[in-house]
């Protein structure tokens, strides 16, 4: 079984039990009712920060997972259509 690691997903905590995410996977946590993110299109922006100061980073359906961190925070909001 995995650990579970709390992070901040649009100002609400979640608690995760993968060691990476993608933004397909954000996408999903954050709307869960919407189509899979590989599929809409619907396009979302999606950054992660991490406590340790280590800066933003935006991600986009073709990016490499990022590893999850205890108190790391995601923001993910719709931005329109393709």
Not at 4 to 22: E, F, G, R, Y
Not at 53 to 59: A, I, L, P, T
Request: aromatic share 4%; proline share 6%; hydrophobic share 35%.
């Amino acid at each position: 079984m995995s650990a579970v690691t709390n992070i901040i997903l649009n100002m609400d905590p979640v608690a995760v039990h993968q060691a990476k995410l993608s933004y397909a996977h954000l996408v999903h946590l954050a709307y869960p009712g919407d189509p899979p993110a590989e599929h809409s299109e619907i396009r979302y922006t999606v950054t992660v920060s991490y406590e340790d100061g280590s800066g933003e980073r935006s991600m986009s359906l073709s990016s490499h997972p990022v590893e999850v961190k205890e108190g790391m925070v995601c923001n993910v909001r719709k931005t329109g259509r393709s």
